[in-house]
């Protein structure tokens, strides 16, 4: 029996949604929110920087187009704040304006699309998950002695 993929959240965080969409918050807050994350919402950059002095967030995530101040312009600010948890930056227009985690700050750049919440899924768990040990660091031999190794000893 094949069994199926847990879609919640592998440990609870707080994230800060930003979007000045109502529909578009919305939908992403409900959906972030089965996953078992504490979702907080800003309508704005200002919004979103002012929800930021006051609370820790795991995560945020924006959208770009905004007035007065949009995504890449909020990063910027949390950056220069010191802000090292991780953020999405979601746009409609990553491809035509070449945004990417190089040139905008984000940690990752979504391209609004018809895979969009599987995307924003996967890559908050991604980002909220613990870090996991490199392959091959577990070494049992260096837990238990070999029997063999404490006979050679005297």
Do not use: W
Not at 29 to 57: D, H, M, P, W
Not at 96 to 121: F, P, R
Request: hydrophobic share 35%; net charge positive.
């Amino acid at each position: 029996m094949r069994s199926v993929p847990s879609y919640r959240a592998p440990t609870p965080a707080l994230v800060l949604l930003v979007d000045d969409n109502c529909d578009g918050t919305a939908a992403r807050c409900s959906v972030l929110g089965e996953l078992g994350y504490t979702v907080v919402t800003a309508c704005s950059g200002q919004e979103a920087l002012k929800r930021i002095e006051q609370q820790n967030f795991d995560l945020v995530i924006t959208d770009y187009r905004m007035s007065p101040m949009d995504g890449v312009e909020l990063i910027q600010n949390l950056r220069s704040r010191n802000f090292r948890n991780p953020i999405i930056l979601l746009t409609g227009f990553a491809e035509n304006l070449g945004l990417n985690s190089e040139n905008t700050g984000a940690d990752v750049v979504l391209q609004k699309c018809s895979n969009e919440i599987s995307n924003l899924i996967r890559h908050s768990k991604r980002l909220l998950s613990p870090p996991k040990k490199p392959a091959g660091s577990y070494n049992p031999r260096k837990l238990r002695p070999h029997p063999q190794a404490a006979e050679t000893d005297s």
